[in-house]
């Protein structure tokens, strides 16, 4: 079992930035891929970006490309979502998810969920 528990999210301008944490217990993260999803209100949950387990490999939705960083420390057992250059529509609740299987990192099974942490951004 692994729990995840993000942290990091607050409130900020448009063109403030954020860094997220995942932090997990029960088990190494090491063979999990890990990726960031958002969920706004009235929207459905979505996928921001994914970083292969041996950290080599990453991927990111279009609206993330150039803005967002997804990284992780294997020591720590932490991933991480750098977020720069934020904008109102990135407002959102964020959650961190183990994935397993191949291929597309968005259309992989989620393992386990976070409880989501809340960002909003203000114009």
């Known amino acids: 079992q692994v729990q995840l528990i993000e942290s990091g999210g607050g409130s900020v301008q448009t063109g403030g930035s954020l860094r997220l944490t995942c932090a997990a217990s029960g088990r190494p993260l090491t063979s999990y891929a890990m990726g960031w999803f958002r969920q706004a209100i009235g929207k459905e949950r979505e996928f921001v970006a994914a970083?292969?387990?041996?950290?080599?490999?990453?991927q990111y939705e279009d609206f993330a490309k150039g803005r967002f960083t997804i990284s992780r420390d294997s020591a720590k057992n932490t991933v991480y979502l750098q977020m720069n250059s934020l904008k109102p529509e990135d407002t959102a609740i964020y959650y961190c998810a183990a994935l397993r299987g191949l291929g597309d990192f968005s259309q992989r099974t989620i393992e386990y969920w976070g409880q989501g942490t809340q960002v909003t951004v203000s114009s």
């Open positions: 970083i292969g387990w041996s950290g080599l490999s990453t």
